[in-house]
């Protein structure tokens, strides 16, 4: 990394936006390690009416338009890129004060969520907006039906993000907005701007995402909320009380603004009560404990605040931990051997030491690692060793549940019965996260159905899933991060439901042609066209949503149901033994379900060789009326959905998937079996 200050600059209306001021040193960021300036910061103040109108009008309309798997191959190309230059990331990461592994959770981690809602694009449709759920009648006849659809918002998402994690806090963010169709404007944490400055210049000079999707502000920004309206999302990372502010602005409520929220909070590790020293769990327990106390320094809004094991095991796990912690080496993350770096700078410093000492109030320091830093010093770096405090009486504890030093300190606690480690874990008034280490399967699920509540995440860790856990301190993309209460009440990522919350859902009622037509899915009702040629000799290209081949029809017999049941092994005694139908709903020998779908199979396809590659999976397939012998049935096949997909290599064949919807009706007309087949069909264009 260049020695040489760094001048940040906005990224405003697709335009780098340089400081017309020159560097005060009120602007200044140092290095957390050595102390001296790495960058300025742009304190301008910025135009955010202008720069909210261009991502609504630019942005929002170049990504609006584009399908889900446009944009899932969008994050992915963007991915991929930033990948290739992740080695920039981790030297300026240094200045942060992180080592590698605590960069690699920001940097990797951040393009990793890139990577997953890139992929999560195959739970979608090729569409510019998503479905939700399944179609509803609404009527007796069937002529008047509903659905949910899901369309982008026609703002911006507007993300406030804190200083721990400048490179994850907003990847994380926008790999989901993007996928939604909603162009993005970032205000990073001062203290750290630099590093998401500089993977905002590699997103730019990548030139994959279109006009408007991102904007950066890297500097002061007192005036940001001040033209949000009914269109616009906001997500805050940060403190509790400036996100309670944030949520309260005018605009905010008089336009209601979504606004979710994730606060730091006080996250507890709970022994279990049956574990004992030597158990695996026991030494799982006090590594989570080190790791969480360790890595990034401590300053991650999960790591685990509160300890809480069972009272005879106080003084064992508190030598333990003390042992583990001992180990930590302290210094310049590019020494040798160093495995614990800097605070992010002195005024974090000094605040944790003020929460230390409130802590102090009601708790002992048992532990505080004083050694000097290697490769650096006290004076020049914000360093400040793990720190380890102890309450014997958590119950009338009050500091100890609402106090957090946003650093490497923990507090180790007893307790007496399950119910009061449940009780304890939830004095934390609302929680991002906790962990419960325990084998024994009763109190892992009394624990996680009393705690849930008021915790946006548990983990359970045994030895069953050590090997692969992620950790306490690891929220995964496709699952919610976020909690209730102190937390903020929030929710982000969360795989599908975080894109839903940059759409907006609403009902569609009508005929279900009109829907059919809508929604671009066949909706059952819906006007149905003979195809010729049959659906299996057309290409991707010329299948069109509706259209049906109707089959031959067939009479089931006996013999069917017989041999069947010899080739299938399915001998259930209502396909089989007429004697044993009594007190049953069923007036005689029934046909199989998964034979009428076999049947079905054989009535629709078409045997020739076509464009259909194959037929890889069935969706929903439901038997809605029992078929006797003598009963004649029929087929109606029907295109319900097209998704084109890429090809993965130039060789590869060019190919869509298509869903056919098969309702396989009897000689009264009434549906006997419903089911949606996946199939996998040529393109004719192999260039695509």
């Not at 590699?202 to 890297?218: D, F, N, W």
């Not at 040798?336 to 409130?358: C, D, F, P, S, T």
């Not at 020049?380 to 102890?390: D, I, V, Y």
């Not at 029907?638 to 890429?646: I, L, R, S």
Request: hydrophobic share 40%.
């Amino acid at each position: 990394m260049t020695s040489t200050p760094l001048h940040l600059e906005h990224y405003l209306c697709d335009q780098w936006v340089p400081s017309l001021n020159r560097p005060q040193e009120s602007s200044a960021l140092l290095h957390a390690v050595h102390g001296h300036v790495v960058a300025h910061l742009n304190e301008d103040v910025v135009d955010v009416e202008t720069a909210m109108h261009y991502a609504r009008s630019i942005g929002n309309a170049n990504l609006r338009v584009l399908s889900f798997q446009e944009r899932g191959r969008m994050l992915k190309a963007l991915a991929l890129h930033l990948h290739k230059k992740k080695e920039d990331f981790y030297a300026l990461s240094w200045a942060t004060g992180a080592t590698r592994n605590d960069s690699w959770i920001d940097i990797e981690g951040g393009i990793g969520n890139l990577f997953s809602y890139a992929s999560l694009r195959k739970q979608f449709g090729d569409t510019p907006f998503a479905l939700d759920g399944t179609g509803i009648p609404l009527s007796k006849e069937g002529s008047f039906v509903g659905h949910h659809i899901l369309v982008p918002k026609q703002g911006v998402a507007l993300h406030i993000n804190a200083f721990n994690f400048p490179v994850w806090g907003m990847l994380e963010k926008v790999a989901v907005n993007w996928l939604a169709g909603v162009p993005a404007i970032v205000k990073p944490a001062s203290a750290t701007s630099y590093l998401t400055e500089a993977v905002v210049r590699e997103i730019i000079a990548s030139k994959i995402l279109p006009p408007g999707a991102i904007q950066l502000i890297c500097g002061p920004a007192r005036n940001l909320l001040d033209h949000v309206d009914e269109r616009d999302v906001i997500t805050f990372t940060g403190s509790a009380t400036t996100g309670q502010k944030l949520k309260t602005h005018p605009r905010v409520i008089a336009n209601s603004v979504p606004f979710n929220m994730e606060a730091d909070s006080l996250n507890s590790a709970i022994l279990g009560p049956h574990v004992e020293p030597g158990d695996q769990e026991f030494n799982l327990f006090v590594k989570e404990v080190r790791k969480e106390m360790t890595v990034k320094c401590g300053q991650k809004c999960t790591a685990i605040r509160r300890i809480f094991v069972p009272k005879h095991l106080i003084d064992p796990v508190q030598e333990a931990l003390i042992s583990a912690l001992s180990k930590t080496t302290l210094g310049d993350p590019q020494q040798e051997g160093v495995r614990m770096g800097a605070l992010v700078n002195h005024a974090q410093k000094e605040e944790v030491l003020l929460r230390i000492a409130e802590l102090k109030s009601e708790a002992d320091c048992v532990y505080q690692n004083e050694a000097s830093p290697v490769g650096a010093s006290d004076e020049l770096g914000a360093f400040l060793g793990p720190t380890l405090m102890r309450m014997d009486n958590p119950m009338k504890a009050i500091q100890c549940h609402e106090v957090e030093a946003f650093g490497p300190v923990s507090t180790l606690m007893p307790y007496d019965q399950l119910e009061d480690a449940i009780q304890l874990a939830n004095m934390g008034k609302g929680s991002l996260c906790c962990s419960f280490v325990s084998h024994d399967e009763n109190d892992v699920c009394k624990f996680v159905l009393e705690a849930a509540p008021m915790h946006g995440r548990i983990l359970v860790l045994d030895r069953g899933c050590s090997n692969e856990s992620t950790g306490h301190g690891s929220p995964l993309p496709l699952l919610v991060h976020g909690g209730p209460g102190r937390a903020g009440g929030g929710e982000e990522m969360g795989g599908m439901r975080g894109v839903r919350h940059y759409m907006q859902r609403t009902a569609i009622q009508g005929s279900p042609s009109m829907v059919s037509a809508i929604t671009q899915s066949y909706q059952p009702g819906g006007h149905q066209v003979e195809a010729n040629p049959h659906l299996f000799q057309q290409y991707f290209e010329d299948l069109t949503i509706g259209h049906t081949v109707t089959t031959a029809k067939h009479t089931v017999t006996e013999a069917d149901i017989v041999n069947f049941a010899n080739v299938s092994g399915d001998h259930f005694y209502a396909h089989v033994d007429e004697t044993s139908l009594d007190g049953t709903i069923f007036t005689g020998r029934v046909a199989h379900g998964y034979y009428l779908l076999s049947k079905a199979a054989g009535l629709f396809v078409d045997p020739k060789k076509g464009p259909v590659l194959l037929n890889y999976g069935v969706e929903s397939a439901r038997f809605t009326k029992p078929v006797y012998p003598g009963a004649t049935v029929g087929v109606r096949l029907t295109v319900k959905e097209k998704t084109a997909q890429e090809k993965r290599t130039p060789e590869d064949v060019a190919k869509g998937i298509v869903k056919f919807y098969v309702e396989m009706h009897d000689e009264t007309g009434e549906s006997v079996a419903i089911a949606t087949i996946l199939t996998m069909v040529k393109m004719r264009n192999q260039e695509n």
